[in-house]
């Protein structure tokens, strides 16, 4: 795209806008401090034979670990 500067035309080369990836942004959310939150498995069927506090401590939100942060916050870039 060239825009005018005066009297000289002065190219401005764009990046692209990055694309998020919608399965990840609906599974899961960034923190304030940058960290990202997300669920956990095994919570959807067969809950009998699950204990009752695993399935308590299933409830509340974990975090990405660290090995995994740097593929999910690509497939986040503007949350």
Avoid: C, N, W
């Avoid at 035309?9 to 899961?28: D, N, Q, S, Y």
């Amino acid at each position: 795209m060239l825009v005018a500067h005066g009297s000289k035309l002065i190219a401005e080369v764009f990046m692209p806008k990055l694309k998020t990836h919608k399965g990840a942004a609906k599974r899961f959310k960034k923190t304030a401090t940058g960290k990202v939150k997300r669920g956990h498995a095994k919570l959807r069927h067969i809950l009998t034979s699950k204990e009752t506090k695993t399935k308590r401590k299933m409830r509340k939100a974990g975090l990405v670990s660290d090995g995994d942060l740097a593929k999910v916050l690509r497939m986040i870039p503007y949350q």
